[in-house]
């Protein structure tokens, strides 16, 4: 059974202007009208709606296959005269990031795109595109650029985000007196990991774009392939301070564990520096704790003062030494 929430919008568009909604199964005769194409936005469809698509569009079983399945790592692939390109979505949500896919099945007359997970609507992508008829008169390549250039414009915040916490983070690193701990290093780690997942979601972008920008002529025209190497910029740049703000935060890593062993190496010399103040009335009190029957000064009245204030004397100079030394 089709669903209707999985089919969000079935547009047809002539010469860069929309002209109406269609349902499925108008989809294969609009396809027969000269100088039309549709756009086709589906949510998490499920098999028997990916088995009308296939027979409206005329496409491939493969194709249909990976477009329904998701979990597939962002490529693009060709099946005849149709593109099959995945994208990971990424997008905020409490704080946290979260990943999504949208696959994209286009073809000269057609765009077709899949929505998996996390991802954000393209219904703003759809009204700028409405709005720039001169340009979506190219069609789907038009349509395929926007959205591309939707989802990477949307890493920006999440990347901002992440460099916005990693200075909180460095400012407590570096807040004097201030040792931070296994919770500390938790947090380094998971921004670490989320840096690589936006990493390995956007770096697969190069090889589209280039994929786009050196073949499938019969889709992507002369002035079009500008915009894609617009994308390959943005996507380059992305990585880039990905790249640099992982780093940072790999060093914020050793610099937290190298503060925690100075921290220690402090806590050892204060014990071993008070350990060694002790040894002195301990050895002078283990001396005269012996059973002799003849111990000098047992007999003088003074010998008892006289100690104490030996002892006194030696712990005090020892302790001023070790002070001195940053040991105390």
Request: proline share 4%.
């Amino acid at each position: 059974m089709i669903d209707p929430e999985m089919i969000v919008n079935c547009t047809v568009y002539k010469k860069g202007r929309k002209l109406r909604e269609i349902s499925l199964d108008e989809i294969s005769d609009v396809l027969e009208e000269e100088g039309t194409f549709v756009w086709l936005g589906l949510l998490e469809p499920n098999v028997e709606l990916m088995n009308k698509i296939k027979e409206e569009f005329c496409l491939h079983e493969l194709a249909v296959e990976d477009a329904y399945a998701a979990h597939q790592r962002p490529k693009i692939e060709e099946y005849g005269d149709t593109l099959f390109v995945v994208l990971h979505t990424a997008q905020l949500t409490g704080g946290e990031v979260q990943f999504g896919e949208t696959h994209i099945l286009t073809g000269p007359r057609f765009v077709v795109t899949v929505r998996h997970g996390a991802s954000r609507s393209y219904a703003k992508v759809r009204e700028h595109c409405e709005m720039l008829p001169e340009r979506l008169v190219r069609g789907p390549s038009f349509v395929l650029y926007s959205i591309m250039d939707f989802v990477v414009d949307n890493y920006r915040p999440i990347m901002d985000d992440l460099e916005a916490k990693f200075s909180q983070y460095e400012e407590q690193l570096f807040n004097p007196g201030t040792i931070s701990g296994k919770a500390y290093l938790q947090e380094l780690y998971q921004l670490k990991r989320q840096l690589i997942r936006l990493r390995s979601a956007a770096s697969p972008l190069l090889d589209v774009c280039t994929q786009l920008l050196r073949f499938h002529e019969g889709l992507i025209t002369k002035d079009g392939k500008a915009y894609f190497r617009d994308i390959y910029d943005h996507v380059v740049r992305f990585i880039d301070t990905g790249d640099r703000l992982r780093e940072m935060v790999e060093s914020a890593v050793q610099i937290n564990l190298a503060q925690v062993t100075i921290h220690q190496n402090e806590i050892v010399q204060t014990l071993a520096g008070w350990g060694a103040i002790l040894a002195i009335p301990t050895m002078i009190f283990s001396l005269y704790g012996m059973n002799f029957a003849h111990m000098p000064g047992l007999s003088w009245e003074w010998s008892f003062p006289l100690v104490l204030g030996g002892i006194v004397s030696a712990c005090t100079l020892l302790w001023r030494r070790l002070r001195k030394a940053g040991w105390l």
